[in-house]
């Protein structure tokens, strides 16, 4: 057996600033545990390539120049305090009606692209590059396509792609839905929230 420990490669954050980006995968968290608030929410996670910003990576033994990614998780409620109807007004750059409000299928967002605002924030010694705003495409400016696959996961489809990062794989597994199909003797009915904590034409 190896003995042998190797340093663990970090990258710096992406560049602090306004980019284009575009959306580019979007899996469903199931429902998750606040600890803080002790309660649970539905939960998505989002993720955006930004094409300006790149990250050379070794792969099959070629080197390959990626786009880098920000991603945000969001409690999916419609609530005026949830992140995630701001972060979308912001996006889409104009309210959603009640209609829409009924039946809204944030698959629709893959492939949409906007204009992100990364912030730099620092914690623990280490700086992340946290996305800030999210504001509708300047005019004028063309539209991109993601360039890795894209992804759209459902709790329904079981275990995610093969492709997903472990750290969502993880995110996923400890779901009330995925805990409670493989270990049925948990409480099948948690405290339920359905809104976030306090914390050219339209695209979507």
């Avoid at 009606?97 to 299928?105: C, H, I, L, N």
């Avoid at 992340?128 to 894209?150: C, H, R, V």
């Avoid at 779901?175 to 929230?193: F, G, I, K, L, R």
């Amino acid at each position: 057996m190896s003995l042998i420990v190797k340093k663990e490669k970090t990258f710096d954050p992406v560049a602090a600033g306004v980019h284009q980006g575009v959306c580019q995968s979007v899996y469903d968290l199931g429902t998750q545990h606040n600890k803080v608030f002790d309660k649970y929410s539905h939960q998505a996670l989002i993720i955006w390539e930004i094409p300006s910003e790149r990250i050379e990576i070794q792969k099959d033994g070629q080197t390959m120049s990626l786009p880098r990614v920000v991603s945000k998780t969001y409690t999916l409620s419609f609530d005026d305090r949830s992140n995630f109807k701001k972060d979308l007004v912001s996006w889409r750059g104009r309210e959603f009606t009640e209609e829409e409000e009924q039946g809204f299928d944030i698959s629709k967002l893959v492939g949409v692209n906007g204009m992100l605002n990364i912030i730099h924030v620092s914690k623990d010694g280490k700086t992340y590059g946290n996305l800030g705003a999210i504001l509708p495409l300047y005019k004028g400016i063309s539209k991109l396509e993601p360039e890795n696959p894209t992804v759209v996961y459902s709790m329904e489809q079981g275990e995610p792609p093969e492709s997903t990062p472990k750290w969502i794989v993880e995110k996923i597994h400890s779901s009330v839905e995925w805990t409670q199909a493989h270990n049925p003797v948990q409480d099948e009915h948690p405290p339920y929230d359905s809104g976030d904590n306090p914390d050219e034409g339209v695209p979507f």
